[in-house]
């Protein structure tokens, strides 16, 4: 019964593949991000959607596409990665009520 | 752009006392939240504490309590009687009510705690 879920949780690639991590949450909330916690752990926005749609996007290469199939999921697919890549990705969604953030457990994503 | 700023990269705290982590924003709204979270070994993200901006009382739960100076754009944490397992990253971060829909973080105090 995990409110946000991340599949993998673990992901170690070789430069230049493509990669997806998958984000679903059972909280019924609209607005689904992503984040990327660098190595000096900054967090910082990459996506976000409100009901499948795209409503933040912050400057991050267009490497990096989010798909959202319904409300309930967003998931990230990552072409071409770099060294840089290497991060723990976040997932989260927002409850209207309060406003706070339900993040899931995190991907560390390593690229070799 | 709204900025968060967390002055203390790392706090140490004994067993049983209490500690503070600073926290300051900019912003040039009046109506937003802010919010404390706890990140322990295992990754995940906890919220520990949320304050309205057009609330004046100082948000508590349990151990935690914030001092919140709007004025000051001040939003520090307070965390008393510590215990081992609040060893943790904590973040603060900031969402305004108006525009946009997505927290700002600050970039994290990690707090030791000593036995």
């Known amino acids: 019964d995990t409110a946000v879920s991340q599949t993998p949780k673990y992901l170690v690639t070789q430069m230049g593949n493509d990669k997806s991590i998958k984000c679903e949450q059972n909280l019924g909330h609209d607005t689904m991000y992503w984040y990327k916690q660098d190595s000096k752990k900054f967090l910082k926005i990459m996506f976000s959607?409100?009901?499948?749609?795209?409503?933040i996007n912050e400057t991050v290469p267009n490497r990096f596409s989010p798909k959202s199939p319904d409300k309930a999921h967003l998931n990230l697919h990552i072409n071409s990665l770099e060294l840089g890549d290497s991060a723990v990705y976040f997932c989260a969604s927002r409850s209207v009520g309060t406003g706070e953030l339900f993040f899931g457990e995190g991907s560390r994503l390593t690229v070799l | 752009a709204q900025t968060v700023t967390q002055s203390q990269p790392e706090m140490s705290v004994q067993e049983a006392e209490t500690v503070t982590l600073s926290c300051t924003y900019d912003?040039?709204?009046?109506?937003?939240?802010l919010f404390w979270y706890k990140q322990p070994p295992s990754r995940q993200m906890i919220l520990v504490i949320r304050q309205e901006a057009y609330k004046q009382q100082n948000a508590t739960e349990n151990r935690f309590s914030v001092n919140f100076q709007k004025a000051a754009k001040s939003f520090s944490l307070k965390i008393s009687d510590s215990q081992l397992g609040d060893a943790a990253m904590y973040f603060c971060a900031y969402r305004s009510a108006n525009a946009g829909n997505m927290l700002t973080f600050g970039g994290g105090t990690r707090l030791m705690v000593k036995p």
């Open positions: 959607y409100n009901n499948k749609e795209l409503i």
């Open positions: 912003t040039s709204e009046s109506d937003y939240y």
